[in-house]
């Protein structure tokens, strides 16, 4: 059924940290997952220079902008970005409830992939908690459009991402992805999918302060002439790119606190469209609704899911 599905909620056995740079700001950062207990949710704490901590939980409420990345908070001061590659990872190897703490503005790029990601988390592993995982169930269509992109939500038994790409370049063109998600074809098939960009963008990204520490040790460049710069070439041969794309919708789609049972659907979306997209299935109430199971398989059938209070659980409260 759903990403991870294991009845029970989860948090990692220990701590374990990871250290890198940050793609936009060029900073050394470094994160640590900490355990949490049940019901805590995802949060990240960004810790500063003077002592001070700003809190945010991974929630659909909490996240600003959404032009190159994905950033929760409101202020450049108290804000975590690029958070989406940490995020599908947590989301699709089933971690319910952690504590990142960041020493940064956000998240280390790594190799522009969620792999560094998983390899840390499957390091120590994940334990149950012995209370019951919620989960969000898609009861009717929900879609959204902006100009020629679109996104949708619709029903489905089990965990589906349908994503499509469309480029007006000859290397990328019109790719798609889609496929049941679990872990293992995650882990397999989109973990390792790393960000893109154009050679052509990086004087204009440069001069707006992003893009500072991005090289292709952490991204694919593609050059003037329409191919890819990077020495190893691509690591999913013509299609990395729907891939990554597929990814970063997997980190977005978290934010909606709670695993999700239903398909999504986007044909040339993106970080915003993934937000507004989540937005819109949250504010219709008539849309979805919060399920549990006690069952510890991987698949159930749809009977077995009981339908609970909502305001209870409320994933996507701030």
């Given at each position: 059924?759903?990403i ?11 701590p ?49 902008n ?5 950033v ?5 001061a ?32 790594m ?49 589906r ?30 973990s ?39 020495v ?52 219709d ?16 059938a ?17």
């Amino acid at each position: 059924m759903a990403i991870g599905l294991l009845g029970f909620q989860t948090t990692v056995s220990r701590p374990v940290t990871l250290s890198g740079i940050g793609v936009h700001s060029g900073a050394d950062v470094s994160i640590t997952l900490n355990p949490a207990e049940s019901g805590t949710g995802v949060v990240f704490q960004r810790l500063h220079d003077n002592g001070d901590i700003t809190e945010l939980k991974a929630v659909s409420s909490q996240v600003g902008n959404t032009d190159l990345c994905t950033v929760l908070g409101f202020s450049p001061a108290h804000s975590v970005a690029t958070i989406e590659h940490v995020m599908a990872a947590v989301y699709a190897l089933g971690l319910d409830n952690v504590v990142i703490e960041v020493q940064g503005s956000e998240m280390p790029i790594m190799d522009g992939s969620s792999l560094p990601f998983v390899e840390a988390i499957e390091q120590v592993g994940l334990v149950s908690l012995g209370v019951k995982r919620r989960y969000i169930r898609i009861t009717k269509p929900v879609r959204i459009e902006h100009g020629g992109s679109w996104s949708e939500f619709r029903p489905y038994d089990g965990t589906r991402f349908e994503v499509e790409i469309d480029f007006d370049c000859p290397l990328i063109g019109r790719q798609k992805w889609a496929g049941d998600m679990t872990a293992a074809v995650f882990k397999a098939e989109l973990s390792r999918a790393r960000t893109f960009g154009f050679m052509r963008d990086v004087e204009r990204l440069w001069a707006s302060g992003h893009a500072l520490g991005s090289s292709l040790e952490n991204s694919v460049v593609i050059s003037d002439d329409n191919t890819v710069i990077n020495v190893e070439g691509l690591r999913y041969a013509k299609d990395e790119f729907v891939r990554h794309k597929t990814l970063d919708a997997v980190g977005d789609l978290s934010l909606a606190g709670a695993q999700f049972i239903g398909c999504y659907r986007s044909y040339r979306g993106g970080h915003k469209m993934n937000a507004n997209a989540l937005k819109a299935l949250l504010a219709d109430s008539s849309a979805y609704e919060v399920v549990e199971t006690s069952t510890p398989r991987q698949r159930v059938a749809a009977r077995e899911l009981i339908a609970v209070s909502a305001s209870e659980f409320a994933p996507w409260s701030a």
